[in-house]
């Protein structure tokens, strides 16, 4: 019966990144957290895997759309694989299931969940039609401005940011890694930006998920029910996504992830 209702969690949660393209890790960490009452430590490290498997996925059909960026990525890479690593080897040296280890996942994962709540909020109310359409007619005047950041360093350093959230919260790579994309490259299209996120989140979630299983924070049974409830979720939502009332969605879900992460950071 337990391992249906990990199934089913894996469903749910992929349908709703199929149909808003919301991180799981804000809502799968969660889930793993106070409804099945796992360890921060083996929620999150299992939740990186699974993250990672299943934005791999996505890259590759993003990919073939030519939809990816990696001139993008790879600066976002650039900041943020050598934060994990550094992430990494804090986590380590305290160890992983260390009281203090614990205190710092869980306050840190309520901070990421309050900032994916507001950048989920942002999302919301920042895609106007006037908006994107004004975008629109600044990228047909000069295609080249949309890779380019406002500044060669920010991708960098906020990658570096979501590099460390991810790694010690499995959370940041969605909805906060879309907003940063959004506020850097403000004339990148949205299904670049969609593509630019998805990508460069699977090196990222598969170094430091890699590294939690070094460190014995990977239930390896878990991550394999959890993939097979999420990765039809994702093909269904993906397909619907079109008919979904996306708006009232997102809404919904920033409150909910805001519930989450306060209950955390008052833990």
Same mark, same amino acid.
């Given at each position: 019966?337990?391992?249906?209702?990990?199934?089913?969690?894996?469903?749910?949660?992929?349908?709703?990144?199929?149909?808003?393209?919301?991180?799981?890790?804000?809502?799968?960490?969660?889930?793993?957290?106070?409804?099945?009452?796992i360890?921060?430590?083996?929620?999150?490290?299992?939740?990186?895997?699974?993250?990672?498997?299943?934005?791999?996925?996505?890259?590759?059909?993003?990919?073939?759309?030519?939809?990816?960026?990696?001139?993008?990525?790879?600066?976002?890479?650039?900041?943020?694989?050598?934060?994990?690593?550094?992430?990494?080897?804090?986590?380590?040296?305290?160890?992983?299931?260390?009281?203090?280890?614990?205190?710092i996942?869980?306050?840190?994962?309520?901070?990421?969940?309050?900032?994916?709540?507001?950048?989920?909020?942002?999302?919301?109310?920042?895609?106007?039609?006037?908006?994107?359409?004004?975008?629109?007619?600044?990228?047909?005047?000069?295609?080249?401005?949309?890779?380019?950041p406002?500044?060669?360093? !920010? &991708?960098?350093?906020? %990658? /570096?940011? $979501?590099?460390?959230? @991810?790694?010690? #919260?499995? +959370?940041?790579?969605?909805?906060?890694?879309v907003?940063?994309?959004?506020?850097?490259?403000?004339?990148?299209? !949205? &299904?670049?930006?969609? %593509? /630019?996120? $998805?990508?460069?989140? @699977?090196?990222? #979630?598969? +170094?430091?998920?890699?590294g939690?299983?070094?460190?014995?924070?990977?239930?390896?049974?878990?991550?394999?029910? !959890?993939l097979?409830?999420?990765?039809p979720? $994702?093909?269904?939502?993906?397909?619907?996504?079109?008919?979904?009332?996306?708006?009232?969605?997102?809404?919904?879900?920033?409150?909910?992830?805001?519930?989450?992460?306060?209950?955390?950071?008052?833990?």
């Open positions: 019966m337990h391992d249906f209702a990990f199934i089913f969690a894996g469903f749910a949660v992929g349908l709703i990144v199929g149909l808003t393209g919301v991180g799981g890790g804000s809502l799968m960490t969660p889930i793993l957290i106070f409804f099945f009452g360890k921060p430590h083996m929620a999150i490290g299992t939740d990186l895997l699974f993250a990672a498997f299943t934005k791999l996925g996505g890259t590759v059909s993003l990919a073939r759309q030519r939809l990816v960026p990696w001139r993008v990525v790879g600066m976002l890479c650039a900041g943020s694989i050598p934060a994990a690593l550094a992430s990494l080897w804090l986590l380590r040296s305290l160890g992983p299931a260390s009281a203090q280890a614990q205190h996942m869980t306050t840190t994962l309520g901070v990421a969940l309050l900032l994916t709540a507001a950048a989920t909020l942002y999302k919301v109310i920042a895609f106007s039609h006037a908006k994107q359409a004004i975008d629109h007619a600044a990228r047909l005047a000069n295609p080249a401005l949309a890779t380019r406002r500044h060669w360093s !920010l &991708p960098v350093l906020l %990658g /570096a940011v $979501i590099g460390t959230l @991810v790694t010690f #919260t499995s +959370v940041g790579a969605g909805a906060v890694g907003t940063v994309l959004l506020l850097v490259y403000p004339l990148l299209p !949205l &299904p670049r930006i969609i %593509g /630019a996120d $998805i990508a460069y989140a @699977v090196p990222l #979630t598969m +170094v430091a998920g890699l939690h299983a070094s460190l014995g924070s990977v239930d390896w049974p878990l991550l394999g029910l !959890l097979a409830g999420s990765l979720g $994702i093909w269904l939502g993906s397909r619907l996504v079109s008919h979904a009332p996306e708006r009232f969605i997102r809404s919904a879900l920033s409150v909910l992830l805001a519930w989450a992460g306060a209950k955390l950071i008052l833990i």
